[in-house]
């Protein structure tokens, strides 16, 4: 069973930074990309940054000369650092991974995971 466990978040000023994780646990997987995903009361859920395991990173124009997206592979962890925040980044963050995962009663497939989702506020 694999999960990802989201932390960072929360309350910042306009003009400020957080710093959201997202561990992947579990076991016989391989990750292939992870993103952040964030979705907006009333809105869609929508891509703000992916990182593949060979490091092509891409990036939402809302994001770009932000947010920062970058990995630690020991760890099975992605990070998002967000500065220069506005109150329109107000959103849930989702973290996403894509994997392979094997079994030894079939061959490996690819599949994709969702966090639980992590609530950024920005407010004055």
């Known amino acids: 069973q694999v999960q990802l466990v989201e932390s960072g978040g929360g309350l910042a000023q306009p003009g400020g930074s957080l710093r959201l994780s997202c561990a992947a646990s579990g076991s016989n997987f391989s990750i292939n990309a992870m993103g952040w995903y964030r979705q907006a009361p009333g809105k869609q859920r929508d891509m703000v940054a992916t990182?593949?395991?060979?490091?092509?990173?891409n990036y939402a124009e809302s994001a770009k000369g932000r947010f920062t997206i970058s990995r630690d592979n020991a760890k099975n962890t992605v990070y998002l650092q967000m500065n220069s925040l506005k109150p329109d980044d107000t959103a849930v963050y989702y973290c996403k991974a894509w994997l392979t995962v094997r079994s030894t009663t079939r061959s490996p497939w690819t599949s994709d995971f969702w966090g639980q989702g992590a609530q950024v506020t920005v407010s004055s």
């Open positions: 990182i593949t395991s060979a490091g092509t990173i």
